[in-house]
């Protein structure tokens, strides 16, 4: 018999190699640019400019994330532009689709940011959005969101989260058993 060394190829694995954060901010550029033709045709400028510009900074940040070293700048672009518009859609435009923007973009948020950020920036978010839909602020800004609409929206956005969260941690615990499992092979 023939002795033959099996060399195992470096197993370190990274969790953007696992269908992440890349691929969640190219569908969320998609869905910006969809809402923007809609709300052309809608006539509605303002909300046009609006995706068109979420789009176009999403597009910037996936070319910074290519490159290694400006990494954590597309990130601090994902989150600054998102989370922006999130509470812009939460707030001066009343519509079915700005809640859904609201839902895509928490779950993109949560996405780019890593595990235990995630967390704390779907609970700030949440928080910001029962003050807003539930509070004498709402008045403010006239809300024409119903008080079961707004608790839908909370509940959708809890769950989602909840989804978001369990996915990231089950990627990291994913990693670490195959870098556990390439130890035990060495």
Known sequence: MDNI???IPDT???EDSLFTAPVTV???TAI???FAFYYYFAGEIELV???LGVG???LLSLAFYGISKLSHIAVFLVVITLSLSFLYSLTLSFNALSLAWCLSSLRTLMEVCRRPKN???AFTLLGITTVIL???LAELISSPYSTAESLQFIFLSSICSIFVFEASASRSKYRDNVEFLALQVE
């Open 5 to 7: 060394d099996y060399k």
């Open 56 to 58: 176009s900074v999403l």
């Open 134 to 136: 539930f509070s004498e």
């Open 12 to 14: 370190a694995v990274k």
């Open 32 to 34: 910006a640019i969809s």
């Open 119 to 121: 967390l704390q920036l």
């Open 49 to 51: 400019s609006l995706y």
């Open 26 to 28: 190219m569908v969320q």
